[in-house]
């Protein structure tokens, strides 16, 4: 399978960027002022993310979509307003998650926002269990694009007046050259913003606009280094197959009223909701500055291996070496001494909260 | 006058009588990006040519530093283990990593000059 571009590409050689592949997409991992500076930009200031290589799966039909799409994944879809987003899980029979993603509700439908490496796959799984009674359509025509940190609302206000009502976990529909496009706010950084869904003739002029009124171009490795700072799963590394929302230490995206009810993966659920798990996420500060990245053993102070790195990096915000994992939930408490395994040496660390870095949304509701 | 050689591991080491100082060269810290991480040698060890001497860490991922020469690690730089983004700024002069007093002088000989290095550099990076 020949390598995808996405309609920024030339944008992304004319601003510096070192391309990388990731998930069959040909990708910036940074431009050239590099991955702290892009991290702190974001953070200070606003930062644009090319996530076109991201599944838009629009989904449309009768009345009894959300019915039948609540049979696939837990969230209240049935008492979804037009326009509001929730964050979820596609999962398998055993509770594991297949991938997580963001269902927002459409004037006609449902829109899902879905991993790049997982799209094709969610998508056959999707039609399948809907049994092609509704119109499938993974969208390969619009590029997306994240527009994060606090100048966001400024910067895309400018260029397309009237998305900073929007309010988070929000959408709506708005113009921009005379072309519809449709922005969200939320995001993958911890920060305010935005992602704009948006047609690919478009998008090279749109971001250069966004550029001009003084954001710019971030690449993978910042987005990375932001969302582990702000506690955020990457799937694949902090998710996967094996492992359960419960386990994960996402229980709040399962809303209480669908405990109770079926979807896929209900019934693992359900005996994790009332009897615990085994494992469990959580954030991990090392006491040193040495870096413990994925895979990397995790021990008691008896020398027993009780779990996993699934990310770590150094975090540019607050300055420290910064982690998350898995480990055996009776050492899951807050200020619980480890040691991770890093180069046959036993490094002490500490469980901690996430995130790392202090949340920064507009709040619409509250349900975090 | 000392004489500066390079590694294929883009290790940069200057001789100054049967004193080596070695560091990474600027090559070196492009490719790795933003480095948050450096860790040197002890002090009195013994270090044999191309074994493992130290690590460096960018935000993105860990690699080794290999020592192109053997010797005995008689200083290193705490420098750029309290600030590694020292690295990133002057590679080749004050962030130096660690020095050796050197055992073989001849085993400098396999090492590249400044040209042979760039040519090796610009092929393998392209």
Known sequence: MSIKKTSLNNLHIKYGAKLVEFAGYQMPIQYKDGIIQEHKYTRSHSGIFDVSHMGQLFISGSDDLAIDLEKIFPADLKKLKINQSKYSFLMNNKGGIQDDLIITKTSDGFLIILNAACKYNDYEVIKSKLDNQYKLNLDDSLSLIALQGPEAKNVLNKVIPGCDSLKFMNGNNYVYKNEKVYITRSGYTGEDGFEISIKHSDVETFVESLIENGSKLIGLGARDTLRMEAGLCLYGNDLDNDTSPIEANLKWAIPKSRIETEFVGSEVLKNQFQSGVKKLRVGIKPDSKVIARGNTKIYNDKNQEIGKVTSGTFGPSVEHPIAMGYVDNSYSTVNTKIFLEVRGKKIPANICNLPFYKKNYVKGEINV | ?126
Do not use: C, R
């Open chain 2, 1 to 126: 006058m000392s004489e500066v050689k390079y590694s294929k591991e883009h290790e940069w080491i200057k001789l100054d009588g049967d004193e080596a100082t070695i560091g990474i060269t600027k090559h070196a810290t492009e490719m790795l990006g933003d480095i948050v991480f450096a860790e040197l040698p002890e002090k009195g060890s013994n270090v044999d040519k191309d074994g493992t001497a130290g690590v460096v860490e960018s935000t993105k991922a860990a690699s080794d530093v290999y020592t192109p020469v053997s010797g005995e690690v008689i200083d290193t730089n705490q420098m750029i283990v309290d600030d590694p983004s020292k690295i990133n700024e002057d590679p080749e002069e004050s962030a130096w990593f660690f020095k050796l007093k050197i055992k073989d002088k001849s085993e400098m000989d396999s090492l590249m000059s400044k040209e042979e290095y760039e040519k090796f550099a610009k092929e393998t990076s392209a």
